[in-house]
């Protein structure tokens, strides 16, 4: 799995820093139509600095997928107007597979094992592997200078037809949020609100 979070992370990086003319994303052309429900399936995130979630989400230290959960049911229904169903699922239940970005570069993202999730159905959006963590800029600018600091989220993701077992679209996922003091709860939620946006982008399910 730390193999899987380091690829994201190179990934994220280079998008992040404009040196990569590749597509973050893919959507399938002959996906024409919006689904009249959907479900989001995504596995436990890996916070790299847990006093991040203990600061600003106290109530979640124990349980942030909890947290994520709630936070992805919220942003898809108000970025699709349907109201999905979020459920968290084990890592084992994706399969994690390469898929074209462009002529020479591959992604490599999750695919729902059909066999171990019996119940769902219909289209269906996986997350998976999430990282979350902080990156400090230096400051150059001497003592006066406010460094800048960010919250990151990287992941992959697939929206998928379960009963045609056909891909969507699929893509990376990077977002960020900056801040010069405290990192804040507003933070967390810009970053979950851009997560999604990235998801639905130039899809038929953006609202």
């Given at each position: 799995?730390?193999?899987?979070?380091?690829?994201?992370?190179?990934?994220?990086?280079?998008?992040?820093?404009?040196?990569?003319?590749?597509?973050?994303?893919?959507?399938?052309?002959?996906?024409?139509?919006?689904?009249?429900?959907?479900?989001?399936?995504?596995?436990?995130?890996?916070?790299?600095?847990?006093?991040d979630?203990?600061?600003?989400?106290p109530?979640?230290?124990a349980?942030?997928?909890?947290?994520?959960?709630?936070?992805?049911?919220?942003?898809?229904?108000?970025?699709?107007?349907?109201?999905?169903?979020v459920?968290?699922?084990?890592?084992?239940?994706?399969?994690?597979?390469?898929?074209p970005?462009?002529?020479?570069?591959?992604?490599?993202?999750?695919?729902?094992?059909?066999?171990?999730?019996?119940?769902v159905k219909?289209?269906?959006?996986?997350i998976?592997?999430?990282?979350?963590w902080?990156?400090?800029?230096?400051?150059?600018?001497?003592?006066?200078?406010?460094?800048?600091?960010?919250?990151?989220?990287?992941?992959?993701?697939?929206?998928?037809?379960?009963?045609?077992q056909?891909?969507?679209?699929?893509?990376?996922?990077?977002?960020?949020?900056?801040?010069?003091?405290?990192?804040?709860?507003?933070?967390?939620?810009?970053?979950?609100?851009?997560?999604?946006?990235?998801?639905?982008?130039?899809?038929?399910l953006?609202?």
């Open positions: 799995m730390k193999k899987h979070y380091l690829i994201i992370l190179c990934l994220f990086l280079s998008f992040l820093c404009g040196c990569s003319g590749t597509p973050r994303f893919h959507v399938n052309p002959q996906w024409k139509e919006a689904p009249s429900s959907f479900t989001v399936l995504f596995s436990e995130p890996y916070v790299q600095n847990q006093d979630v203990a600061d600003d989400l109530e979640y230290v349980n942030f997928s909890s947290w994520f959960g709630q936070e992805l049911a919220i942003e898809f229904e108000k970025q699709s107007g349907i109201k999905p169903a459920l968290l699922q084990k890592d084992e239940h994706f399969s994690i597979v390469p898929l970005l462009d002529s020479s570069v591959a992604s490599r993202v999750p695919i729902p094992i059909v066999d171990s999730l019996p119940n219909g289209i269906v959006i996986c998976h592997p999430i990282q979350v902080r990156r400090d800029d230096r400051c150059m600018g001497g003592t006066s200078c406010l460094p800048d600091h960010y919250l990151l989220f990287s992941s992959t993701y697939t929206i998928v037809s379960m009963e045609e056909r891909v969507l679209a699929y893509g990376v996922l990077g977002v960020n949020s900056s801040f010069k003091f405290a990192m804040t709860k507003g933070d967390w939620e810009d970053d979950m609100s851009a997560l999604v946006e990235q998801i639905l982008e130039k899809t038929p953006k609202k």
